[in-house]
């Protein structure tokens, strides 16, 4: 799943994703379903340290990654989640 769409419809279908890579700006992050989903799937924020991330966001985030951020280090932060879970 690469977009909220695509979330949205995964969900509706009875899918459920094993990690979330969510962008502390997406538009969809305030979502009342993005939130219900956010507690129980491991998650990823990937924020800015200049602004804060907005109040819906305040969900446990298993990890926050700032920008800058390499694609390697989001790989990496789900490989852990992935990791954890398998634990």
């Known amino acids: ?11 509706a279908a009875g899918e459920t994703p094993s990690a979330i890579v969510l962008d502390a700006n997406a538009a969809a992050a305030s979502g009342a379903s993005l939130q219900n989903l ?4 491991p998650s990823v924020l990937i924020a800015s340290r200049t ?15 700032f920008r800058p951020v390499q694609i ?10 992935l990791q954890g879970q398998n634990a």
């Open 38 to 41: 956010l507690r129980r799937t």
């Open 1 to 11: 799943m690469e977009t909220a769409d695509d979330a949205g419809r995964a969900i």
């Open 72 to 81: 390697s280090e989001i790989v990496a932060a789900v490989f852990d989640l």
């Open 51 to 65: 602004t804060s991330k907005p109040p819906a966001l305040n969900e446990p985030f298993r990890k926050v990654l």
